[in-house]
């Protein structure tokens, strides 16, 4: 009788030939690039550094693209753009010590956001680990520990033998449910080393599918389909899981209102009858989301910004799917299902039944009205114009990438993305610099596609280094920056807490439109009126460019305080 466990895969004939004679010369960073072409990988992203030159020579003759950053938190930035447009890993590569920590912040993004990104790091020579101080240059007492709290998880390969296997383990990890970002880091020495490992090939890491269990999406679907007023707020959760198909019909089978999150932006339709887009810091969603005899929440752990600031207390039932074990009734108690969302939504697909309710739309409707109301009272048309300008001006497919500025804290609640996993921002771990580097990876996933990316004039200093990425690749990006002297929506805020106050928000600058000229990228400056026309024209012709807005800009008031 043979099991299962007996069974094993039988060499081919090319594959024993392979083993027999592999090519000569072939080091440990050969072993990488191959683990990472069997893989399926085609591009990858970082920079060289000294312990990491191995792994780059053997990149140089593969046929991998490489996309060369000049700062390593913007090649993890561009890295997690292109994970989350492609769904796919996405190899990051990095050198020892300063190198790969300047790309934690980037790396935090990406974990907060379930990107993908597998970073590859290398290390000091063998000899110098353990936890002795040898001095190698770069030397960390133990590198792999500043990322163990970032990254979803850690892998070492500390022989050429085991850098196949670890790095298929680590691409297993990055790609089950929910995705993020791992790290593998290995010694240079083992990377320069000639091996005699065989050419990788037939590498797997298929990912592991996080199903509900039947039990409780029964309960759930039974709630549902008897609740009185139901409402779905829908999580980046559902754009990752490509479930946003799964998630209309449901919504149109109970008639459920949908809410979604700033980042499930995208995840239903905008202008559907049963959408409340997200205006998720208004006291009037906040109450009617409160008034939901049961709230169904897929793909969000309904954190800070996604509760009007931990303002809001639903008093029906939570119903919350979330592939993120840690984020299961960790703010709201209720029914939690550890799954994946479009399984999830798949499941209660077969088991809900049709629940009527006309009077569904016009409640949402009321609600959106109520919204819109409060924003009259306020002088803020400025703000609304520029987002209907950028919508008008961007093509309906074009992804966006929004920095943490005044304008994407608006396009947060009142832009419409159009179709979904269109619209990113740094809002999952907040810092600064993420949306030029990431539009950058973004037109590297969609080559024949313009970008766009949005940035204040403080953000846009973390990253005026990778105009020169922009054009030595000749990447179909435009870049919008809003100029108003300083750190604004900090300049704000401060000014709002302190007495009209402010410490350290004014910023002198440089003269953007200059600046990029002298990098060889079309620029030129822009105002409201003219910001359509102008971005319309940056958009459609092929190539970086720059678009500068000196505008200062100011928030909707809150009402969480």
Known sequence: MTHDHDLVLRPTEAQKTAALAPPPGRTGGDLVVETLRSLGATT????PGQHALGTFDALGRSDLRLIGLRVENNAAFAADAYGRLTGEAVPLLLSTGPGALTALPALAEAAAASAPVVAIASQVPSAGLGGGRRGHLHELRDQAASFRDVVKSVHEARTPSQIPSVIAAAWESALTAPHGPVWVEIPEDVLRAETIVPQV?????????????????????????????????????????????????LAERLNA???????????????????????????????????????LVVGSGLGELSSN????????????????????????????IHADARLALQALLETVSERPDPGAPERVRAVLAAVAERLSTQDVALEQSLLASIRAALPARSPSFWDMTILAYWAWSAFDPKHPNTMHSAQGAGGLGYAFPAALGACAAEPDTPVLAVSGDGGAMY?????????????????????????????????????????GTELTRPDFVALAESFGVPAATTTPDSLRADLAKALSTPGPSVLVLPATLKMFAPTHV
């Open 201 to 249: 090939t037939g590498v797997d890491a298929t990912p592991h599918d996080l199903a509900p269990r039947p039990e409780l999406t029964a309960l759930a679907a039974h709630w549902l389909e008897r609740a009185e007023r139901p409402v779905i707020i829908a999580g980046g959760g559902v754009v990752r899981s490509d479930a946003a198909k799964k998630l209309r019909e």
């Open 257 to 295: 209102p949908v809410v979604t999150t700033f980042g499930g932006k995208g995840a239903f339709p905008w202008n559907h009858p049963l959408s409340l887009q997200s205006w998720l810091e208004d006291r009037h969603m906040t109450d009617f989301l409160e008034d939901a005899d049961v709230l």
């Open 309 to 336: 600031y931990h303002t809001f207390f639903p008093e029906g039932r939570v119903v919350q799917i979330d592939a993120d074990l840690g984020k299961l009734e960790s703010n709201h108690a209720g029914l939690g």
């Open 44 to 47: 990858v992203f970082g920079l």
């Open 463 to 503: 990253s005026l280094a990778e105009l020169a990425t922009a054009r030595q690749y000749d990447l179909d990006v435009t870049w919008l920056i809003v100029d108003d002297g300083g750190y604004g929506i900090l300049r704000e805020y401060m000014s709002q807490s302190f007495d009209g106050r402010t410490t």
